[in-house]
């Protein structure tokens, strides 16, 4: 138990496949909210506390990152998600606020999980230790093919690829086709939006699936 007593706080997670614009969406709906005078707290994942941070460098900018077996990744994803949980998450929704996580545990089950071939059920458990009973009561997947994902990493000039982004077409292809099986098994959790289209009309979608929890 993470979260100790009732609370008002919620909790959003944004997942997708690399370019998905899941990072701009985020900062629209802030915008939006803080607005409406809401109190929110954006964290972004790996990463987001002081731990985090390190372990991400060693994930994700590691040179020698290739040599990082599978099972080392899922470990230190959950480390530093353990972190962000305990230090930033769990206060945040005792105090009521609306909390939107760049990423959250189903990054793990499907890039560590289906991405990376491990076994389903030690996943699932790992994810469930890191994250204790702080379980997202929103996860938007912003959905896009693989080439027009890959396609606006490529023009972000300021973004070198980094050991995650090198992997081929057909590992992000596995990625996307996983986000939309594990959201069509737990529609009650999940919305996808079809993150094609304009920036506008993508939060448009987003909204709508966003104001019931918040008005
Ligand atoms: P980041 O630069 O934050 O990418 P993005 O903007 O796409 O979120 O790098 C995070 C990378 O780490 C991304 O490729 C997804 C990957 N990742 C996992 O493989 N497992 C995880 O549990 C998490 C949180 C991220």
Known sequence: MVLKSKHTGKLISFEGSEGSGKTSQIARLVERLQKMKRDVVTVREPGGTEIGEQIRNIIVHNSK????CPETELLLFAAARAQLVRE????????????LSDRYLDSSTVYQGIGRNLAADPVAQINR????????NLTIVI?????????????RASDLPDRMERENI????????????????LPERFFVVD???????TEKRVWEAVKPLVS
């Open 170 to 185: 057909d590992f992000y292809d596995k990625i996307r086709e996983g986000y939309l099986v594990l959201a069509k098994g």
């Open 143 to 155: 959905d896009v093919p693989t080439e027009v994902g890959l396609a606006r990493i490529r023009q």
């Open 65 to 68: 990152g290739d040599e990082m």
């Open 195 to 201: 993150g094609k289209a304009d920036a506008a009309s």
């Open 129 to 136: 230790f890191a994250v204790g009973n702080v379980m997202p």
């Open 88 to 99: 930033i998450i769990a206060p945040a929704l005792m105090r009521g606020a609306i909390v």
